[in-house]
């Protein structure tokens, strides 16, 4: 005879055992994690009716017996028995039940908990949702904690915060451990535009019955005893609500508020939980399809691409492509949606080339959305709408920054009266999830999504200001560039050496707006303080091409271009090209002479028998001129040739000369020069043996 079953967990495991398949199988076939499915086979929890309905489907239960099915999983029959088809009646008492057979698929009696789960209205999601396990379970814990009654979670636009809440309180209703709410209940507040009908929204959304009493007492009355979980869905246009909920929340101790805003609603108690985009690959990395597929965001866009067009895969070739589509894409889950959408159209390959454009590709998303979900523009636009007239006008401002800014940096680039506090305007745009800020750097830094920055750009030039702003950003850097060259021969230029590296998306856009509009003096200081940073920090190639475009200019001061000629021919000489580095370090001492300046002069002369040619009789001068000069830098440097000559001829005190160079150097900071120095130090010990 049968081992009796006692509850659906262990059904669950029996089936899936008479079908040979493992919890792993199951829920790759299910959709869901591993970890679902063996809290569902140990009864620590109910399958929410999506995954009820997906199971059906895995484990081959018949149609005749789907409803039937759907009940007792989600333990939402309240009768003391039932019969499925293929069974005799099991009544609770007996608790006996058949092992379903493999043959017929006849399911088993299958007791019902006693617990029941929560009331709600929750909608059927109509797709499952992808990659946000570590989401779910810490905002669950969040919702859970007594002393947490209020929980926002906050994002951009499309980040997906209020699909997050339906799972999550999906799953609570599933859930009948103690400390969960009785009910969890909906409330849309998208349609509103005026924050005074909010209390009288979630009213008729509870039922609560007009009783002639001011709506917000009828509804307190309704909540007071009640152990009840709200989620207000869309807070962000209907903010100075926030004092009704506050007093709710007062009035009814056991309620619990779960929020989803683009802005925090700034009351005390709250708790916000910042709902990010989707985890992303890292292109510099090398990963095969199948890692790539792991991560969220690719494993959504395959879904939708799949949903557009059944046949797409994920290949050896395109696999990568997709990866970075998802990545300029910001791992935004409505543009991957709506991207996606467009593979029944255009291959992978074409639609990042047309991501160019993001705002313009993205459109067309489901007809059931709402009007703001079904393009970006639209999703980004009612966020900006919702902004102040001076805080717009400085999210259009950032949008100059390429990969973000510094504090200080937003201030002498945006700010437009001495009294505007750009502090302020920045807190509130982080507040309102236009803008976030950078975790991996010491200073204050701030960041803008991609699809934000586009949306940012638009705005810009809509102002007639764009022009003026890019000249301020490619001046400002311009000057942090050269207040960054004698750091990079000093001991803080590893620290300045970082601080370039974080910067050098808006180092980049600076030169190129320089070339963009043929100013060929700013370019040449700007790229004339940078080579230094190009050549230790491993950007030869990009820095020499630079460097090309700009010597190409017409104009430009005779000092800027002899620095930009210096490090033209640095950056040439460390790429192997001695005779083309010789003739730009000639050129380059030529320029210094003509404008009387004999450190530049010394310099070049310096580089140009150290890092290329030999003569005797050329170093001997370089290293008097820089003896002449009496710098430190160049001090240690004329040590150091002096090193190098007696070296070649065979003289011991080539020892001493070098070994005082390189204190000298150590004494500077400069150890990345230092390298190059003891390259040629070991040179020398070779040739005294």
Request: glycine residues 8%; negative net charge.
């Amino acid at each position: 005879m049968d081992e009796p079953i006692a509850s659906f967990g262990e059904w669950l495991r029996r089936r899936r055992k008479a079908l040979d398949l493992t919890q792993e199988a199951l829920a790759q076939r299910a959709g869901y994690s591993l970890g679902a499915i063996r809290k569902l086979e140990a009864d620590e929890r109910r399958p929410s009716r999506e995954l009820a309905e997906s199971l059906a489907d895995v484990l081959a239960v018949p149609v005749e017996e789907r409803a039937a099915f759907l009940k007792v999983a989600r333990a939402e029959r309240a009768v003391d028995h039932l019969r499925l088809p293929g069974s005799g009646v099991s009544t609770l008492g007996q608790v006996i039940a058949r092992a379903p057979d493999p043959q017929t698929g006849l399911l088993a009696d299958v007791p019902l908990l006693k617990a029941q789960p929560a009331l709600h209205n929750l909608p059927v999601p109509l797709t499952p949702l992808i990659g946000r396990e570590q989401e779910i379970a810490a905002i669950t814990t969040l919702i859970q904690d007594p002393a947490v009654r209020l929980l926002t979670l906050t994002g951009p636009g499309g980040t997906g915060k209020t699909r997050l809440s339906h799972q999550v309180a999906a799953e609570l209703c599933d859930d009948v451990s103690q400390g969960v709410p009785d009910a969890v209940w909906f409330v849309d507040l998208a349609p509103l535009s005026d924050a005074s009908l909010v209390v009288s929204t979630i009213a008729q959304t509870l039922g609560v019955r007009d009783t002639g009493l001011p709506r917000a007492d009828s509804l307190v009355g309704h909540l007071r005893d009640k152990h009840m979980l709200l989620i207000l869905d869309n807070f962000e246009q209907v903010l100075p609500a926030a004092t009704d909920i506050a007093a709710l929340l007062q009035a009814a101790p056991r309620l619990k508020l779960l929020v989803t805003s683009r802005e925090v609603l700034h009351l005390s108690g709250e708790q916000e939980y910042p709902v990010l985009p989707l985890a992303l690959p890292d292109l510099r990395q090398s990963e095969s399809p199948t890692q790539l597929t792991e991560y969220a965001a690719v494993a959504l866009f395959i879904q939708r691409a799949v949903a557009a067009r059944p046949d797409f895969q994920v290949t050896d070739a395109n696999a990568s492509v997709v990866a970075e589509i998802c990545v300029r894409l910001d791992g935004l889950p409505l543009a991957i949606e709506l991207a996606a959408a467009r593979i029944k159209m255009l291959p992978p390959a074409a639609l990042l080339q047309r991501l160019g454009n993001r705002l313009k590709l993205l459109t067309g998303g489901a007809r059931d959305l709402a009007t703001r979900q079904q393009t970006l523009r639209a999703a980004i636009d009612w966020s900006y709408q919702l902004l102040t007239p001076s805080e717009q006008q400085l999210f259009a401002r950032l949008g100059v920054f390429v990969g973000g800014c510094t504090l200080e940096a937003a201030e002498a680039v945006c700010q437009e009266q001495s009294d505007q506090d750009i502090l302020d305007g920045i807190q509130s745009l982080i507040d309102k999830s236009m803008l976030h800020r950078k975790d991996d750097a010491d200073e204050a830094s701030f960041t803008m999504l991609e699809t934000m920055r586009e949306y940012a750009l638009e705005q810009l030039a809509a102002s007639g200001q764009e022009d003026v702003l890019r000249c301020r950003h490619a001046e400002y850097y311009r000057e942090f560039a050269e207040a960054a060259e004698p750091a990079l021969r000093s001991a803080q230029q590893v620290a300045w050496g970082s601080r370039l590296e974080r910067e050098h998306d808006n180092l980049r856009a600076a030169l190129r707006w320089f070339i963009s509009q043929g100013d060929a003096d700013q370019g040449l200081r700007m790229s004339g303080a940078l080579w230094r940073f190009w050549g230790y920090c491993g950007h030869l190639l990009e820095g020499r091409d630079i460097l090309a475009e700009l010597l190409a200019l017409h104009g430009g001061g005779a000092g800027p271009r002899a620095r930009a000629l210096l490090g033209a021919g640095s950056l040439v000489s460390l790429l192997g090209a001695g005779d083309d580095a010789a003739a730009l370090f000639e050129q380059s001492a030529a320029l210094f002479r003509k404008v009387g300046d004999r450190w530049g002069q010394a310099f070049a002369l310096s580089y140009r028998e150290f890092e290329v040619s030999w003569s005797e009789h050329r170093v001997e001068e370089s290293a008097a001129l820089l003896e002449q000069l009496g710098e430190p830098w160049g001090l240690a440097l004329a040590f150091v040739l002096r090193s190098e000559l007696a070296g070649r001829q065979q003289d011991p005190v080539a020892r001493s000369l070098g070994a005082e160079g390189v204190r000298r150097f150590l004494e500077i900071g400069d150890r990345w020069f230092l390298i190059t120095v003891l390259g040629h130090m070991v040179d020398v010990a070779r040739r005294l043996g």
